[in-house]
């Protein structure tokens, strides 16, 4: 987990390389967040009640089938 720098207390602004390390991280997180909120139109993945040990085969399956399905 990469957490993105905040702005100290004393109301300095971040050195130039954390602000781009924030940039790069927040582009990174919207492109997981967008993912996952497409996975969870699939019904199998919105209802899942499986044992919780399983949730990651099934999200990797989910995720084939979406990437498929936007390729075409």
Known sequence: VIMPYRKPLDGQP???WKEELNRVHR?????????LA????????RDYRRQA??????AAG??????ISRTG
């Open 14 to 16: 971040l050195s130039e």
């Open 27 to 35: 582009k990174v997180r919207a492109r997981v967040e967008h993912a």
């Open 38 to 45: 497409g996975m969870k139109t699939w019904k199998i993945l």
């Open 53 to 58: 040990r399983t949730l990651g085969i099934t």
């Open 62 to 67: 989910i995720a084939h089938l979406y990437n």
